[in-house]
């Protein structure tokens, strides 16, 4: 049984710590591990195997850990995680699983990221990571140096390790990072590692991502026992040789009185020394080589120990724990332990993301990485520098119930019914048998099963191969990953400077792009149809206004600005003059509309272009595109000033009169400030740039201030008894009139002749973007989708994306848009159908309702357009 | 000893005894297609068992179905938005309906349905269409409020806390996932039995044309001469065509996925939610499953940048807060060959003999038994089926593009 | 996560940056002298190599500079960045 010794280790012994563990109470220490704590505490047994149901023990002692999963409860919660490289705290609780975790809504822990830049990121802090840190921090370079376990030093620290990790990290430029692990290495230097940063308060851990790019980086994470297949090799007890030393180093647990060493190797002789001075009495060590060096001879001498050479443990025995072992000599050990090591295994995996391949070596039984790359190197027994030479041991004679994989309860039988159905690579036999799929990423089943494979198939074990490594090397939170970016933190949030005001006034939002936008503006409780309509009524017979500052403001400038703009653009801008404003439509080049927006001529070389709110970015970022790239002769700038201004539509019969109240200089009427034109004005006392542009068809001004007068305008506005109105109101009113919103009634496969917008594509001027695609002979087809009104008869409001079909159920198209129109006295809708130009009169289908339309031209509302000027 | 089960690991199901053996290359064959995926696989089943091509070998480069086939979230749906879409992807699962019965294999096909979140009122309004199209398609789908979200799929949150919250969802029920190994076995297996020629790492290193015909290819384990050769290998196809002067549309970029570890089952459907890039399933043996899109330049390196991960999870976690503390457990990218308008290619070349089948992008996955049949038609008669008929590369050049990308905004 | 060297900006991270796709395809002179085949080749098929490609990157996190980029599909590394060609060069 495992015991706690009464000296030795890192442990605080001034500080125990209260734990439980599936309800029951224990104590260990600071410094342990909660697998260390709960060896010292006489605990071994964890949950049982996952598809066998079969008891099972602590096996290993950090990562490579296969069984000991646990959820922790308090006080930091983890659905699942291996109980061997949980740092202990007081009050921490857990339950052991059987290898499936359960997912349950938790509150979020907080989590941080850090970027940080390095000439040398040095991952271990073993004896070669140490050297290795010390050296580059001697030569002057930025180090960070980050290691996984709460004390640096190694699994087995040396005694001057302590020392020299603090005198590490009292240098300038050198950066300590315990508990840190690396979990993936990347391109370019890229280091991705999460630190499980120890607040100071209990259990309070903070998770930080660092994000490391470094000139230099050196992987120094030695190397982990590999065990061996035996029938009843799963037995609690049973467990690699190297986490037992660990224990005993570390946490001065002394995981077995009476363990059998399994071994192939020399290197295993140091631990069975230190077992054995530790108060161990074992009863045997088994090394499947006939010869061993003399010092390790000398070692089972000292310490009177049984050494059985040329021999294999062949089967484990016991009922919940192993108490006695059959080796292939026919002998019967009885134990409390089997401790096993038949090779040592560098634990490369970190190299092979970066392309160094990890080849097999025969003499040391194990995977080495082979080279390096310019920016990446492992060093000491990570690299396989002073491996012991080991014989090839994969799996006892006859042993067909022995265990490959303990996450998975993968079985040598298994690997034999794959090999039986054919297949042949490591690949395939890890998908059938699942091997190397657990949490501990095949760390101690990986090589093995390809070692039992090749001796199955009578081949190299390097010809077999092993697995392609996937990172991350360890297990990772998603929350770890996630970060804080969920909620407002999940995108952006962007607001106008009068969000305050529309809050105030109790409005209801839409998303539009990262945009909030007011949607409409409830009164004493109506429902968004009651508001809608009370706002378009403002709107068509008195005076409303609404927020347009999310649309996106682009000053394009300079001598050729107007030229520019032909050819972004579908018709003639450059020719526009002073004063004057256009509506204009951009379209890709495959001659799809990707936007609409105006443009108003400030001077001969400076047009200020609008775009719509979800496409600003990408309509800039366009134009950039190709001025750039293929018109860099062009003398034109491109400034985005979309957050410089506010932009306030006024709208309906009043708004001449509101504003001219706050316009007292400036003459507005019709003659005086015509249609599509803009001029400055002082507006409530600001310097203002209105145009008369309308997206309703009434009489409108649009009114742009610098943002930080956007609220002063909007008051003064207010007083006048102007209803705001939000984003279904301009859609309501715009539909009434048949102008499309692009995303809404366009979806990327429109061109502007598709919408019966051709008149604004220009064949007067030169070539423009998308112009060619426009006489493709699919964009010329007659049955193109065609954008129409539709009128329900009877008169019923459609579902927006509702099909239409023909008096044959053939599909014809679909309602983009569709609105209870005041206005109009009834429903209208948009819809795009398949030669829709040619269908006018014709009675269409929404067959889910069963509703007939008929198709009429899509301005609904004033087609003369006598209400644009008042 | 306690209770075995030795017919594979952990979650797997009976399968036949003996699957499949590699062969050896003949020195000719009747027809030979490039890449034992899914699709070359399905391709080659059909030529078998429709078209009586047995003189046939898949050649793959690697290890059986090692491709994109290994590295894909699994799952099977067929609401697309546009009709050509919908009936290839209708026909395709259809086709995975009765996949058991045809090939004689367990492929753990679930019909767990699909869930397409909408989280913005255009997105709305493009879920209502597709419903609406689909059934007008004889494709079951059906609008739900963000309550019937709840209802089908308990651990998504609806509530108003998300930066974008849930508006509705289109749902499929017949839609699902399967295992993506037991089909390519399942498809290998019965090709094993009616005599074609797996013949794995095997590296096709180029095409031989003669008076402008297919008469061989040269691999990396000698030459094999045939007038037929069907391309399907998935992002590698521009390598292929481009020493023959065949320049195809075409742009490979990693695709990411990662897993999880196993958890007690939580998420009984597919979630998919285009406005935060995620898709999210619970695979058979309890595995979170999650996809993102492609990243964003080519490459064939199969390695994408981290961050695409780390946004994903971000989304994941935003949609399912109880996946927070959920681990990921490997990360992988495949190679997908993208065309301008997201839509696949399987037409014929101006090469006489020479067939391809690419271009799927995100989607190839859940085409697989349509893809191959399909291909496996153009192949057989030289001209397209009846449902490929769009898929053609000539809607390149006359702009008849199929673009669900610009039409659905629904991607994979 | 790549390290490209922004011409103007020096080293950045890859998240700051967006691929435009393979460089040098220039619009044609007469976009109408070419047939439907032609124009939709311009449109739509790209240079797809596995191995080095020049490219138009555009740092629209930092100076919203398009420049170029030699990368290998294969191995992903970044062999050189440049500015665009000026008014009149070569690229």
């Not at chain 2, 879409?85 to 679930?110: I, K, T």
Request: aromatic fraction near 6%; include cysteine.
């Amino acid at each position: 049984m495992s015991r706690r010794l009464a000296q030795g280790g890192l442990i605080n012994r001034a500080r125990p710590l209260r734990f439980v563990v599936d309800g029951q109470e224990y104590t260990g220490f600071e410094g342990d591990t909660l697998a260390s704590a709960m060896l010292g505490a006489g605990v071994q047994r964890v949950g049982d195997s996952i598809r066998h149901g079969r008891p099972r023990g602590i096996f290993g002692a950090r990562w490579e850990e296969p069984n000991a999963m646990v959820r922790l409860l308090a006080p930091l919660r983890e659905p699942m995680v291996p109980a061997t490289v949980v740092d202990l705290v007081d009050g921490l609780e857990a339950v052991t699983l059987s290898g499936r975790g359960v997912l349950a809504p938790s509150p979020r822990d907080r989590r941080d990221a850090v970027h940080a830049h390095a000439e040398t990121l040095v991952i271990g802090a073993g004896q070669a990571g140490l050297a290795a840190a010390e050296r580059a921090a001697g030569a002057g370079q930025r180090v960070i140096l980050v290691d996984d376990r709460a004390t640096p030093g190694g699994a087995i620290p040396s005694p001057d390790a302590a020392d020299r990790v603090a005198a590490l990290a009292g240098r300038e430029h050198v950066t300590v990072l315990p508990r840190t692990a690396v979990i993936g290495l990347y391109d370019d230097g890229y280091a991705i590692a999460i630190e499980r940063r120890d607040t100071g308060h209990a259990g309070a851990e903070v998770r930080r991502v660092w994000r490391i790019r470094a000139a230099s980086i050196v992987i120094a994470t030695g190397t982990i026992d590999r065990p061996y297949a035996f029938d009843n090799n799963d037995l609690p007890g049973i467990m690699l040789l190297g986490a037992a030393h660990e224990y005993l180093a570390r946490a001065a647990v002394l995981v077995a009185d009476a363990p059998v060493i399994s071994t192939a190797h020399d290197g295993s002789y140091e631990t069975v020394d230190a077992l054995a001075r530790a108060g161990a009495r074992l009863p045997a060590v088994v090394d499947a080589r006939d010869e061993v060096s003399s010092d390790a001879r000398s070692v089972c001498d000292r310490h009177s120990i049984p050494l059985k050479l040329g021999t294999v443990i062949t089967s484990a025995h016991g009922d919940r724990r192993v108490e006695a072992v059959s080796t292939s000599d026919g002998d019967r050990l009885p134990c409390d332990g089997v401790l096993l090591s038949a090779a040592r295994a560098p634990q490369a995996a970190l190299a092979s993301h970066v392309g160094i391949p990890l080849a097999y070596e025969r003499a040391v039984a194990a995977l080495v990485p082979d080279g390096e790359t310019d920016r990446v190197r492992v060093i000491g027994s990570a690299a396989g520098e002073g491996l012991p030479e080991a014989a090839e041991l994969w799996c006892a004679p006859d042993a067909e119930h022995a265990y490959v994989d303990l996450s998975r309860d993968s079985t040598v039988a298994d690997i034999d019914v794959a090999l039986d159905a054919g297949l042949r690579s490591v690949e395939h036999i890890k998908r059938f048998t699942t091997i190397g799929t657990g949490p501990d990423q095949g760390r101690t089943s990986g090589l093995l099963a390809a070692g039992i494979v090749a001796e199955r198939l009578g081949r190299p074990v390097g010809d077999v191969g092993v697995p392609r490594s996937r990172p991350p090397v360890i297990p990772v939170s998603f929350a770890d990953l996630a970060g804080r970016r969920t909620g407002d933190l999940a995108d952006p949030v962007r607001r106008t400077a009068l969000h305050s005001r529309h809050v105030e006034r109790g409005a209801i939002f839409e998303d539009v792009g990262q945009w909030k936008r007011p949607r409409y503006f409830p009164r004493g409780g109506e429902a968004m149809g009651e508001a809608v309509r009370r706002e378009c009524i403002a709107a068509r017979t008195d005076v409303a206004m609404m927020d347009a500052s999310t649309l996106g403001i682009i000053e394009v400038t300079g001598p050729d600005a107007g030229p520019f703009l032909d050819r972004m653009y579908t018709n003639r801008l450059s020719t526009l003059g002073i004063g004057r404003v256009r509506y204009t439509m951009m379209c890709g080049l495959d001659g799809m509309v990707t936007d609409d927006g105006t443009v108003m001529c400030i001077d001969d070389e400076h047009f200020r272009v609008s775009t719509t709110t979800g496409g600003a970015a990408a309509v800039l970022d366009a134009m950039e595109l190709w001025l750039q790239t293929e018109w860099p002769e062009l003398r034109v700038h491109l400034t985005s000033t979309t957050d410089h201004w506010a932009t306030i539509a006024l709208v309906g019969p009043r708004s001449r009169d509101v504003l001219q109240t706050l316009t007292p200089d400036t003459d507005l009427s019709a003659a005086a400030f015509e249609f599509m034109r803009w001029r400055r004005a002082q507006v409530a006392g600001i310097d203002a740039v209105v145009s008369r542009v309308s997206f309703s068809g009434e009489l409108a001004f649009e009114i742009h201030v610098p943002w930080w007068a956007a609220a002063r305008v909007w008051d003064a506005l207010a007083e006048h008894d102007v209803t705001p109105y939000g984003t279904e109101t301009m859609h309501v009113l715009r539909a009434e009139k048949g102008f499309v919103i692009v995303g809404q009634d366009t979806d990327g496969t429109v061109t502007p002749i598709d919408l019966g917008y051709g008149w604004i594509v220009s064949n007067k001027k030169g070539d423009f973007i998308g112009k060619r695609s426009l006489a493709r002979p699919d964009t010329r087809r007659p049955d193109r989708p065609q954008l129409v009104g539709l009128l329900t008869e009877p008169p019923a409001l459609l579902d927006e994306g509702a099909a239409l079909v023909d008096a044959d159920g053939s599909l014809l198209g679909h309602v983009t848009s569709s609105y209870d129109s005041a206005a109009v006295g009834r429903p209208i809708a948009l819809a795009l159908v398949r030669g829709g130009h040619a269908r006018m009169g014709a009675t269409v289908t929404a067959p889910t309702d069963g509703v007939s339309c008929r198709i009429v031209d899509p301005v609904f509302y004033d087609p003369e357009g006598r209400r644009r000027d008042g | 000893m306690g209770t075995r089960n030795a017919s594979a690991g952990d979650g797997m199901p009976q399968l036949a005894d003996r699957l499949w053996r590699s062969a050896e290359p003949a020195a000719s064959y009747d027809a030979v297609i490039v890449g034992a995926g899914g699709h070359g696989l399905a391709a080659a089943y059909y030529l078998a068992t429709e078209h009586g091509i047995r003189n046939l070998a898949v050649l793959e480069h690697g290890w059986l179905a090692g491709g994109n086939m290994a590295r894909n979230t699994a799952i099977i749906r067929s609401n697309y938005l546009l009709e050509a879409s919908a009936a290839l992807y209708e026909h395709a699962l259809q086709l995975w309906e009765r996949m058991e019965d045809d090939l004689g294999q367990p492929v753990l096909f679930d019909q767990r349905g699909v869930l397409n979140l909408a989280h913005t009122l255009q997105e709305v309004r493009d879920g209502v269409r597709r419903v609406e199209a689909n059934r007008l398609s004889g494709i079951d789908a059906d609008w739900l409020t963000p309550d019937e979200v709840a209802d089908v799929c308990p651990v998504v949150d609806v509530s108003d806390r998300l930066r974008y919250p849930v508006l509705g969802a289109t749902y499929q029920p017949r839609a699902g996932i399967a295992k993506h190994d037991l089909v390519a076995w399942a498809y290998a297996k019965r090709l094993y039995d009616l005599g074609v020629d797996l013949i794995e790492g095997c590296e096709v290193t180029g095409i031989e044309t003669a008076g402008g015909r297919v008469s061989g290819i040269a691999t990396t384990r000698g030459r094999i001469a045939t007038g037929t050769v069907g391309l399907a290998a998935a992002g590698r196809t521009s390598v292929l065509t481009e020493p023959l002067g065949l320049a195809l549309p075409l742009q490979s970029h990693p695709l990411q996925a990662l897993v999880s570890e196993l958890f007690e089952p939580v998420h009984p459907t597919v979630v998919m939610s285009n406005a935060v890039h995620v898709y999210v399933s619970q695979a058979h043996k309890g595995e979170l499953v999650l996809g993102a899109g492609v990243d964003g330049y080519n490459g064939y390196a199969q390695r994408g940048s981290f961050h695409v991960i780390e946004e994903q999870l971000a989304a994941a976690i935003e949609l399912f807060p109880a996946f927070a503390g959920a681990h990921v457990l490997r990360t992988w990218a495949g190679v997908v060959d993208i065309t301008p308008d997201a839509s696949p290619i399987i037409d014929s070349t101006p090469i006489d003999g020479l067939f391809v089948n690419c271009g799927w992008g995100t989607g190839g996955f859940k085409a697989t038994p349509a893809a191959g049949r399909l291909f496996a038609h153009t192949i057989a008669t030289g001209s397209p089926h009846e449902l490929s008929r769009p898929y053609v590369l000539d809607r390149f050049a006359s702009g008849a593009l199929i673009d669900e990308h610009g039409a659905a905004a629904v991607a994979h | 996560m790549l390290l490209i060297e922004c011409p103007w900006c020096g080293p950045r991270d890859e998240i700051e940056f967006v691929c435009g796709g393979q460089a040098g395809v220039s619009y044609p002179p007469d976009p109408f002298a070419l047939d439907d085949d032609e124009w939709g080749h311009y449109l739509f098929v790209r240079d797809n190599p596995a191995g080095p490609l020049a490219e138009q990157w555009c740092h629209t996190a930092g100076c919203r500079s398009w420049f170029i980029v030699e990368r290998d599909t294969l191995t992903q590394h970044v062999l050189a960045t440049r500015k665009l060609p000026e008014a009149g060069e070569e690229l």
